[in-house]
């Protein structure tokens, strides 16, 4: 027997609600400790006239550059080779996970990228020369990048606090992570190493978004 309109819109309406409901795929990248820097800092820390050389394109028109330092904690508890990223931002900023602060022997807040007000001192050494930085270490608050056309395909828009479940082998929910969108962000979402480690994800793990 044919089904009626009325019947048919059912099916469909109840299609589309249950593939919405299996939210939206995320690929998952790691993010490593680095820094991001002034031209001033660049300078201190590389020598007078120096800028960044660039090493490999990220999004958003960020570079990972050639150039590392080396940052110092308290009791001079030191890790080297932390990398540079460019191009250069008007406040210096480090981002490291909770084992980094552990063995730095600092307290790092959880943070966005940016806000670095009241956040854990640190001193960085270039070849050069010193930099403190009486602010500006903090835990990197994870997050998703986003395109405008990622983001209405989501249902989500910049600001927004979600969760992201990933059914691998440890099958993790990760709250609040908060939502990113710019037309020159390329979707992904970004965990630091300890994040990574425990829930044992590699770049290229995907994750769906669930949203709160």
Not at 78 to 91: C, D, F, S, T
Not at 160 to 170: G, M, Q, T
Request: net charge neutral; glycine share 8%.
């Amino acid at each position: 027997m044919e089904r009626s309109i009325e019947e048919i819109t059912k099916l469909v309406l109840e299609a589309l609600s249950a593939q919405a409901n299996d939210g939206y795929k995320v690929p998952i990248g790691v993010s490593a400790r680095h820094i991001h820097l002034t031209q001033e800092h660049v300078e201190a820390l590389f020598g007078a006239g120096y800028t960044l050389t660039k090493k490999k394109e990220l999004m958003g028109g960020q570079y990972a550059a050639n150039e590392c330092v080396t940052i110092v904690g308290l009791k001079l508890r030191a890790i080297e080779n932390v990398r540079v990223l460019g191009p250069v931002r008007k406040q210096s900023q480090v981002e490291i996970s909770a084992t980094d602060a552990i063995k730095l022997g600092i307290k790092a807040p959880i943070r966005e990228s940016g806000n670095v007000e009241g956040s854990a001192p640190i001193a960085v050494v270039g070849p050069k020369g010193v930099v403190y930085l009486k602010e500006g270490c903090i835990i990197a608050k994870r997050h998703i990048h986003m395109s405008p056309k990622d983001a209405e395909a989501a249902s989500v828009k910049d600001g927004d606090i979600v969760s992201v479940k990933v059914d691998d082998e440890r099958a993790t929910m990760f709250n609040n992570v908060q939502i990113r969108v710019h037309p020159t962000f390329t979707l992904e979402m970004h965990i630091d190493t300890d994040e990574a480690n425990a829930a044992k994800i590699g770049c290229g793990t995907v994750g769906t978004i669930v949203k709160l």
